[in-house]
């Protein structure tokens, strides 16, 4: 975008591009075109944010795969009825990941060494535990090449 003053920024051409003015200039009807319009913009930002969201197995041991992605959204695939080990594979390009689950009872979580877990919800001595209870509950950890700085959110 050459330097224009905001007066003269036209702003489906300069925030989306040609294309997409052009589009929505030939008008089929506006109505019409705004549904198009939307459908094109949600298009564009999945394809620019790209977040997949994977059904996670809780059913044994509980690997976090981020298929080589950079962010990954998790959903457990059944509420979690005992003790589980947290692991992390294919992660040379991960970032973050946010995983959903749902607890039945209060179960010993043992996670990966590498997961660093605030104070209040650890197990005392154990840096990498946390005793759950009985609810949903959001983790969102972030990836600093070296260890997951973990949240946890709950009981929803």
């Given at each position: 975008?050459?330097?224009?003053?905001?007066?003269?920024?036209?702003?489906?051409?300069?925030f989306?591009?040609?294309?997409?003015?052009?589009?929505?200039q030939?008008?089929?009807?506006?109505?019409?075109?705004?549904?198009?319009?939307?459908?094109?913009?949600?298009?564009?930002?999945?394809?620019?944010?790209?977040?997949?969201?994977?059904?996670?197995?809780?059913?044994?041991?509980?690997?976090?795969?981020?298929?080589?992605?950079?962010?990954?959204?998790?959903?457990?695939?059944?509420?979690?009825?005992?003790?589980?080990?947290?692991?992390?594979s294919?992660?040379?390009?991960?970032?973050?990941?946010?995983?959903f689950?749902?607890?039945?009872?209060?179960?010993?979580?043992?996670?990966?060494?590498?997961?660093?877990?605030?104070?209040?919800?650890?197990?005392?001595?154990?840096?990498?535990?946390?005793?759950?209870?009985?609810?949903?509950?959001?983790?969102?950890?972030?990836?600093?090449?070296?260890?997951?700085?973990?949240?946890?959110?709950?009981?929803?």
């Open positions: 975008m050459a330097n224009k003053k905001i007066t003269e920024l036209d702003p489906i051409t300069d989306l591009g040609t294309e997409v003015s052009e589009f929505v030939e008008g089929i009807n506006k109505q019409g075109a705004v549904h198009q319009l939307r459908d094109y913009i949600l298009s564009f930002v999945t394809q620019l944010v790209k977040i997949d969201i994977v059904a996670l197995d809780t059913s044994a041991g509980i690997d976090i795969d981020m298929d080589g992605d950079s962010e990954r959204w998790f959903v457990g695939s059944q509420a979690i009825n005992g003790d589980r080990n947290w692991s992390f294919n992660i040379a390009n991960a970032r973050s990941f946010i995983a689950v749902e607890y039945d009872g209060s179960y010993e979580q043992t996670f990966d060494p590498s997961v660093i877990i605030p104070g209040q919800y650890r197990v005392p001595g154990f840096p990498n535990k946390w005793l759950s209870y009985p609810g949903k509950f959001k983790f969102k950890a972030d990836f600093d090449g070296v260890n997951w700085w973990m949240e946890i959110h709950g009981d929803y």
